[in-house]
């Protein structure tokens, strides 16, 4: 479901940097974790926030949701800005944004009962009361392919994939419109992310979310997403559908991403020493171009100015100076492997027709 004219949340020149500026007392280096980041997501699509570990992609995610409260910047939820609305407001503003926590492991109460907390939310946002809570959490077990009687046993009694769709019907209790997924499925084996993934995808289309999945699995995003924002070093370098993205990547990063995907066959396993470099820290990012110590189109100039977000057509955006004699001289032959057969994509193929039996039935 794609709708181009409203946006459910957007971020405009969102910074968020870790730590005190150094001084006499604080030798410690401050973090730039989100540099001037803004993008829009749509109603009803799932945006995809991929890029390499330490990106800055899940701190966004958090300041999307003010989990984490931004340096600088704006955050709109349906066109409101939420910047700056007071704890109690904010209290009620969650019930239509949640999350789904990357391990399944960590994010569950060891000491509560399944039944208490998908419950949580659901007294804590006054959704039912009573005897409808226990009715809601049957509910919502049952939607997350869940048995009812799994609510009277404790999260250690579960599989990793099993704890996760807990997760899951706990980030649904409250009826959100927004769940930002921060790598929900990369702590699970593969036929196990498989069954969440399509999970995801029904419960979408099922309950009408908005979702935000925030990964580093290109085959996970390539399979779900809608649009995909690009980030390296605390900044998009590149938004675009899933398609065009995957297709023909303008960034020198994106395609360098896609690069770095294990290919299917060995006549395609080139160029992979793209990112073989070490990542730059961001505790002092490069000058101007972030990307122009491992870019291998780098030009002097890339190191003296900053590239902005340029909107190029139908809304794709990048951040290059010189991404038009890239993309003139060819785009990634490597990317249109991704989307033909990692494990993954047969086994998402699978598990999608059985998550639809299932869904279907429970309606
Ligand atoms: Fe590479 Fe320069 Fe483009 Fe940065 S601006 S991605 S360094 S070509």
């Known amino acids: 479901m794609k709708n181009a004219e409203s946006h459910l949340i957007e971020a405009r020149n969102l910074v968020k940097v870790f730590g005190k500026p150094p001084g006499p007392l604080n030798r410690a280096p401050q973090v730039h974790a989100v540099s001037n980041v803004s993008l829009a997501v749509r109603t009803g699509e799932t945006f995809a926030i ?33 910047s700056d609305i007071p ?16 391990d399944p492991f960590a994010s569950l109460n060891p000491r509560m009962t399944v039944g208490q907390i998908v419950a949580e939310p659901i007294r804590l946002h006054r959704v039912a009361r009573g005897r409808e809570v226990r009715d809601r959490v049957d509910d919502l077990l049952r939607t997350v392919g869940l048995r009812p009687d799994f609510a009277d046993r404790y999260p250690h009694e579960f599989s990793g994939g099993q704890r996760q769709r807990i ?13 930002i997924g921060d790598e929900p499925v990369s702590a699970l084996d593969v036929s ?26 290109l085959a996970v995003v390539r399979h779900m997403s809608d649009r995909v924002a690009v980030m390296y070093l605390g900044e998009t370098v590149e938004i ?32 992979r020493e793209l990112l073989t470099s070490d990542v730059p820290s961001p505790t002092a990012p490069p000058s101007g171009c972030r990307f122009h110590t491992r870019c291998p189109h780098a ?38 492997q991704l989307t033909q057969s990692p494990a993954l994509t047969a086994r998402l193929d699978l ?12 309606r």
């Open 192 to 217: 196990i992310q498989a069954q969440v993934v399509n999970l995801l995808e029904e419960l979408k289309e099922k309950l009408g979310l908005t979702l935000v999945i925030v990964a580093h699995d």
């Open 167 to 179: 997760g899951i019907a706990r980030a649904l209790a409250s009826g959100p419109k927004l769940v």
């Open 299 to 336: 030009r002097p100039a890339c190191s003296q100015s900053s590239p902005a977000l340029e909107t190029v057509q139908d809304g794709r955006q990048v951040a290059c100076h010189f991404w038009r004699d890239i993309a003139a001289a060819g785009a990634s032959p490597l990317a249109s």
């Open 50 to 82: 991929v890029g390499e570990s330490g990106c800055g992609k899940s701190t966004l995610g958090r300041l999307l949701l003010r989990l984490l409260e931004p340096t600088s910047g704006e955050v709109f939820f349906e066109g409101r800005n939420i």
């Open 240 to 271: 675009a559908d899933v398609d065009a993205l995957y297709e023909t990547p303008l960034h020198p990063y994106t395609q360098a991403l896609l690069e770095a995907v294990p290919a299917v066959t060995p006549s395609t396993r080139r160029k």
């Open 87 to 102: 704890q109690g407001a904010l209290r009620t503003l969650r019930r239509d944004m949640q999350i789904v926590f990357q």
């Open 351 to 362: 598990f999608r027709e059985r998550q639809a039996a299932r869904l279907g039935h429970a």
